[in-house]
């Protein structure tokens, strides 16, 4: 890592120079002094729109401002907004008891009537949120009085609490922040009831929030933290080197700021900590296999790509490690997800052989394989922010060309690979799994829906009958009839190899070392920073 290494060099130059400079008992502080007691960030995109009833904002902003009924813990779901519920005995009507004394950051009280208006307010734009099947079960929201609210459902939904404890869409902004009494076209103002606000947003530069002293949960140690957009990799290594920004995290839609070699080096210097979570989700390929005119419609190509592609050297070269490799969608600790499937190995003579026996041949060695004079081409979408993807992908590029395959590599800002996903134009893209919490319903629930993963499963022979499973598994009310359609679902999409599994990903934080009570939420989107605090001197 040579450019790493200059870096370091000039760090040590810039530091000397500080020094120099600051030989007096009354010079100013440094910068890194005047910083010390709040956390200035790197983020590697703009926060965007922070409505949270929509999906541009940036998740970790979003769930520092807002908050759900319900958390989902590693213990379960536990009250957050709401102190206590109680589910009817067919199912289909949730009582929530809210929490008292809670107001938004404008003032507005927290109470029924804006869950109600909320609650409303997303299911006015239900074709936005049809990725999310608790949108399509919704009959009714009701004041019961002014702190209780009952939720209506058109029949038994099993993962209901799990869906209202997200990050986006069922967390609530001040009825005041409406346009017109509707959030679908926008708000004039962002007053969650979360424990920090934003104060201050440079679009692409950055954005600030400061901690909300009326916060119910008490007021966080942290008075403030800056997310500043730098570009990822050595940009944002140098920042942490001079001290211009101290904290960095794998943020939200996978975006990486640091490969491991440049966070291990900051762990080195003494100044700051690595901080790890344990295995959250799984990274994968998602291929359109409702795309007749691609070779990804073709199962054996599918299968052909999952094993040319050696997991265990992108997990030791790329990750060096802190990212195992996957073998299925789901690691075996996901619920219900404990099924056995068949084993695709790093095999690349296996794909060959695939390869040929479907008639995609190579006209000569090296060459890429036809097929009825289609060349076997496809286009790959990567984050543009994500250096991680981006060496994955030329890693796979040189790996595919090796049996026959032309992989052509567009890197892309995260919000349009998303408008790829859901218009289906697109070959392959990188993805990932919702997360160990709320999988996997979540990340099924999707495999239906056009704004997520649709044009992946539904050009498969099985579409119908795995849809159909679907949407048996969610209102399903016995647990081994659960289990059972599980097993049938994670086996229709990992026999079609629709979701190519690459690695289990987990959250890496890079945090000063005197930050204490670092810890994680059940979700790679956001982090708890109302936990965090300095150590006193």
Known sequence: MKKAQAGWLWGAIVSLLVLAGCGNENAAPSEPEKQARELVMAVSK???????????GSMFAQGMLYESLVENTEEGIKPLLAESWEISGDGKVYTFHLR??????????FNADAVKKNIEAVQHNAAKHSWIKLSTKIASCNVVDEHTVELVLTEPYYPTLVELSMTRPYVFVSPKNFIEGETKDGLNGYSGTGPYR????????????????????GAPAIKKITAKVLPAGETTYLALQKGEVNFAFTDDRGANNLDVEAMNQLEQSGKYQIVRSQPMN????AANSSKKESPVHDRAVREALWYAMDRELISKQIFAGTEPPADTLFSSNVNY????????????????????????LAEQAGGVRKKNGAVLAMKLYYDVNSSAQKMEAEWMQDQLKGIGIQLDLIGEESSSIASRRSSGDYDLLFNQTWGLAYDPQSTIAAFTSKSSYYYTTSGIAQADELYKKINDVMVSTEEQARKSLYRDILNIVHEEAVFIPLTNGSVTIVAPKDLQGISFKQTQYELPFERMSFATK
Not at 46 to 56: A, E, F, G
Not at 282 to 285: E, H, K, R
């Open 282 to 285: 799984t990274n994968f390929l």
């Open 337 to 360: 997800a404990n099924v056995e499937l068949k084993q695709r190995e790093y095999a690349p003579e296996k794909a060959k052989q695939l390869l040929e026996e479907a008639g995609w």
């Open 198 to 217: 934003l104060v201050e947003h440079k679009a692409e530069q950055s954005a600030v929030f400061e901690a909300n002293e009326q916060y119910w949960g």
């Open 46 to 56: 703009d926060i965007k729109d922070m409505n949270p009833h929509l999906y541009t």
């Open 100 to 109: 008292k004394n809670v107001t938004f950051h404008d003032g507005a009280p």
